[in-house]
Nanobody
Framework: QVQLVESGGGLVQPGGSLRLSCAAS????????MGWYRQAPGKERELVAT???????NYAGSMKGRFTISRDNAKKTVYLQMNSLKPEDTAVYYC?????????????WGQGTQVTVSS
């Protein structure tokens, strides 16, 4: 079993900040990449940011400079610090984990956490 649990979403005013967290639990010990995706109503799920086990990061263009992704390998937890939030950032944010080796290799998703930026 592999489970991802997100937390930290909520309602925030434009220009405000939120910090999301996602903890991986279960029988997986080599999460090669972890990251965040988001999906707004009527839109496709899109990349926010990813981070490898070694700490290499990748950001979508609209998030770069405002969002920061980080991870704690010992805790198998990934974080997303979101600053200068805009109404366009309103979406359900999903944690993602990719494991390339081992019996539980594959891709896993969290249940999602709602982020609402008022306008």
């Amino acid at each position: 079993q592999v489970q991802l649990v997100e937390s930290g979403g909520g309602l925030v005013q434009p220009g405000g900040s939120l910090r999301l967290s996602c903890a991986a639990s279960g029988s997986i010990f080599n999460p090669n990449a972890m990251g965040w995706y988001r999906q707004a109503p009527g839109k496709e799920r899109e990349l926010v940011a990813t981070i490898t086990h070694a700490g290499f990061t990748n950001y979508a263009g609209s998030m770069k400079g405002r969002f920061t992704i980080s991870r704690d390998n010992a805790k198998k937890t990934v974080y997303l610090q979101m600053n200068s939030l805009k109404p366009e950032d309103t979406a359900v944010y999903y944690c993602n984990l990719k494991s390339y080796t081992g019996p539980y290799r594959g891709e896993y998703w969290g249940q999602g956490t709602q982020v609402t930026v008022s306008s």
